[in-house]
């Protein structure tokens, strides 16, 4: 697949399964928020079910997995899109269980922008905290040391 950098004003086309799980629909809803936002892309929603064909978008991101969208592995063949990561992210779904419904709809009470702002502030807090601890457990080590333990800890958890 070849690279593309988004310019603003381009259209972009958005394809995903037909029945999204509400907390997927919350991240499409987010994804097409951030594109609009800040790369100034239009973004043109299409479901699975629609003529594929017709789309005129230089752009097209698939959403699902084979598991639940049967549509998706033909797609993904036709235009060489690599599903594994679709499998881990299952893979998580169910040693996560099942979508704690009180809090997803708190969150859709949020604005996307301030999803985005939340998630980030707990990754910096998730990073920080993993580094002190780290950092007490081998003192010796330089920053620089630190810093690659800390990327090999984070590439186990793929």
């Avoid at 097209?60 to 598991?67: R, S």
Wanted: net charge neutral; charged share 20%; with cysteine.
């Amino acid at each position: 697949m070849s690279s593309l950098v988004l310019t603003k004003g381009q259209r972009v086309a958005l394809v995903t399964g037909d029945d999204l799980a509400p907390s997927s629909l919350l991240a499409v809803e987010d994804l097409i928020a951030g594109l609009q936002r800040v790369c100034g892309a239009v973004v043109r929603w299409h479901r699975l079910n629609s003529d594929l064909a017709a789309i005129e978008e230089p752009v097209c991101v698939v959403f699902g997995t084979p598991a639940n969208n049967p549509a998706l592995a033909s797609v993904a063949a036709s235009t060489q899109i690599d599903l594994s990561a679709a499998e881990r992210v299952e893979q998580l779904k169910r040693r996560l269980g099942p979508v704690d419904k009180a809090q997803l709809r708190l969150l859709l009470r949020v604005s996307p922008q301030q999803r985005i702002l939340t998630m980030l502030d707990m990754q910096d807090y998730l990073l920080d905290t993993w580094r002190q601890r780290l950092r007490q457990a081998h003192p010796h080590l330089s920053d620089l040391a630190l810093c690659r333990l800390l990327f090999e800890r984070l590439n186990q958890h793929d």
